[in-house]
DNA sequence: CTGAAAGCGCTTACAG
DNA sequence: CTGAAAGCGCTTACAG
């Protein structure tokens, strides 16, 4: 790697330039007391003209962890997520703390190598958005190893970790029942898949609204990867087609809009529609799509200051079990059938 | 920090457990030669029995060189950004590198704090979309102590680093023209800031464009955080109004599209548009947007196998002076005032 | 093919 | 208030 001379300067440097010895000059660093003004003066003068950096690696070996939180997502081309990672960065590092980002596509293979190079540097702590049951195990042995973890988002089972969620079933409820208001009967709910319980619960709020109005809930799920569209389209020209759509999740409305545009079927005259999830372009659409909005940013931030509390609190060994449900809210445009001025509401 | 007892099995543990010193251990891991095939198989038993996992932190101190790449963007909100982040971290982990990744925010305060910050976590080497001119100084002296650096997206002059841009004049040549062609001969050239040399070209582009077909180039350019939109709307009422609008960036083409929309303003009808960035939901937008497509991935990747080459290749002290300009593409749709069906090309 | 020793840069007790 | 010594977990020469 030829002679790289970085970071040359060590608290060694530090402290023979001051003439002191290097616990001095870590005692300053670290801002601990029981160091005479005229000497922190002294080191300091040291530290900028030197330009000392402190190796993190050094500090990390002697503290055993690092003040870097780890962070995955499934993604960063999901704007919800992206804007929840952003939200994450920044709490931390108001808090002093760095964090590693890691996307993983939704793999459970990824997201278990991801895991296990969290350990192996000495991570302070973890927030994740569980894609996989499979890196459960893993997640399981890294808290009993006392490495805090927060889940946001959706959580998986039987694991001992803070959570903070959104109130999908609420959220969900309102929508559908929004679409029965209007009038609607036979509303078919579309999604991607099952596997987290953040979509169960939205499901269950759908189901929960068709049922108390007397209605019989209708799924189109599909497993991740296949094309939504085309289904959506052939179940519209079924003998009984449904007359509204509500979708569970942005990637899904996203798919549902382009097929119902493909295919020249009018919203919301020929079929009405709503998601979950609200996205920046909403409301430019073709149709502004009526959507449940979901608060990404703030689910970062409170996740991030659960796993910061926890981390200062020591608790790393104990139970953690604090869990936070965040209100969602049903921004009404016009794909549900609302009047177009009835209240336009941009995101941001 | 209480009792933590994380990552308790090290080299020694293991070494201990085969009744071997701790440097065969170590070559079995880093996969080195001169170790006899019982040895490794015994070792490797070892390690999966007790899952041991090297600590990251004690080799980076050996190493004085993680295998970490820094990647700083100023926003993950900006799926241009994203995307392109999304990249980094594929081919980074591909090649055995983690990545950590910062968004500035457009900060110089932040930006340069991250940066140190990577110093002392002994990154490998940098990615950056430099966001600002007051962190060159810091830049530079990282490339002076032998860290790789390569800039993507835009560049910053004077700095001895890799540059991986995007054929921006080209881009904003066709673009002008294609506008030019539908006979409009008032284009009005709006954008945020001319503070990157990115937008810079993309003027450059425009201008050529409007020069060469003997028309005067008109710009609205307003400092980052002013909104456009009502400036546009102004522009649009004056004695003489542009008929059509050349925007500069994904973020000014939506407050632009914001702004019409707000005052009824028909596209293309009353006012034509092409982009600079294309995104995902152009083609589902109220009037599909025609766009400069400009390739996120593939600029991220390129400049993540341009870094790691320079890391392998130990050429930190070196000159960096590799440069890659990726094409870019215009996508048409229907805000420039193409004909509904000419060509509908959805992203993805 | 294998191992004992030294040291990476820092901090943590322990003394003065 | 200040410092010398030991050690965090690993790898790098150097021997055998």
Redesign the interface.
């Known amino acids: 790697?030829?002679?790289?001379?970085?970071?040359?300067v060590t608290i060694a440097d530090v402290a023979r330039a001051c003439g002191v010895g290097t616990m001095t000059v870590s005692r300053v660093i670290n801002g601990k007391k029981h160091v005479s003004e005229a000497m922190v003066r002294r080191v300091e003068e040291a530290i900028a003209r030197l330009n000392y950096?402190?190796?993190?690696?050094?500090r990390?070996?002697k503290g055993?962890?690092?003040r870097t939180l780890g962070l995955i997502v499934p993604?960063?081309?999901d704007?919800f997520f992206?804007?929840c990672?952003?939200a994450v960065?920044?709490v931390a590092?108001e808090q002093g703390y760095?964090?590693?980002?890691?996307?993983c596509?939704a793999s459970h293979s990824?997201e278990a190598?991801e895991l296990?190079?969290m350990?192996?540097?000495?991570i302070a702590g973890i927030l994740i958005v569980p894609s996989s049951e499979n890196s459960m195990e893993q997640l399981k042995?890294l808290r009993r190893?006392?490495?805090p973890v927060v889940m946001m988002d959706r959580t998986i089972a039987g694991i001992d970790a803070g959570e903070v969620m959104v109130e999908n079933l609420e959220g969900s409820f309102r929508a559908t029942n929004h679409l029965i208001d209007h009038g609607h009967r036979r509303i078919l709910c579309v999604g991607y898949d099952r596997e987290y319980n953040s979509i169960g619960q939205r499901m269950d709020g759908y189901r929960k609204a068709m049922q108390t109005a007397g209605l019989q809930p209708q799924y189109l799920l599909v497993k991740r990867g296949v094309p939504v569209g085309p289904r959506v389209v052939a179940a519209l020209r079924a003998v009984k087609p449904p007359t509204a759509i509500f979708s569970l999740n942005n990637v899904t409305s996203?798919a549902v809009?382009?097929a119902l545009?493909r295919e020249k079927i009018r919203i919301p005259e020929q079929v009405a529609m709503v998601g979950f999830d609200d996205?920046?372009?909403a409301?430019?659409?073709?149709v502004p799509l009526t959507a449940v909005r979901q608060p990404a940013a703030e689910l970062g931030r409170q996740a991030t200051r659960m796993l910061i509390d926890s981390l200062r609190s020591?608790?790393?060994?104990q139970q953690m079990s604090a869990r936070i449900v965040l209100p969602t809210e049903l921004i009404l445009r016009q794909s549900c059938g609302c009047e177009p001025l009835a209240q336009i509401t941009?995101l941001d």
């Open positions: 790697m030829s002679m790289r001379s970085r970071s040359v950096q402190p190796n993190e690696a050094a990390t070996l055993r962890t690092s993604s960063l081309s704007p992206s804007q990672a952003h960065q920044q590092a760095m964090t590693m980002l890691f996307a596509e990824v190598e296990s190079q350990r192996s540097r000495n042995e190893s006392g490495m996203v809009l382009s545009k996205f920046e372009l409301s430019l659409l073709a020591g608790s790393g060994n941009p």
